[in-house]
């Protein structure tokens, strides 16, 4: 398993934005596919973005579809979700999580970071 931490949310303006941080730790996080998840209250979390460990193979709600965008950077241990034209309805707990090349759960997650859109 690796640790992951998220950062970067905040509140902000509708038609804003704000690009989210997962940053890991541990030695092979290459080898590791990573998703973005949403929790809003009362709500069902929702599956928002994935990212493969290759980086060629992404995943979009089709809520989010042209307005965000997941990345990584390897050496940087790091991947991003870069929120554009910010909806209120996009206010949620964002958490990222990592699964481990093969494995078809997500075994590590992140505390979460909250981001509010204000219309």
């Known amino acids: 398993q690796v640790q992951l931490v998220e950062s970067g949310g905040g509140l902000v303006q509708a038609g804003g934005s704000l690009r989210l941080s997962c940053a890991a730790s541990g030695r092979t996080f290459s080898a590791y596919t990573v998703g973005w998840f949403r929790q809003a209250p009362g709500k069902e979390r929702e599956y928002v973005a994935r990212?493969?460990?290759?980086?060629?193979?992404?995943y979009y709600l089709d809520s989010v579809k042209g307005r965000f965008t997941i990345s990584r950077d390897d050496a940087k241990k790091t991947v991003f979700l870069q929120m554009n034209s910010l909806k209120p309805e996009d206010t949620a707990v964002y958490y990222c999580a990592a699964r481990r090349i093969g494995k078809v759960d997500y075994d590590s997650w992140g505390q979460g970071t909250q981001v509010t859109v204000s219309s």
């Open positions: 990212i493969t460990w290759s980086g060629d193979i992404t």
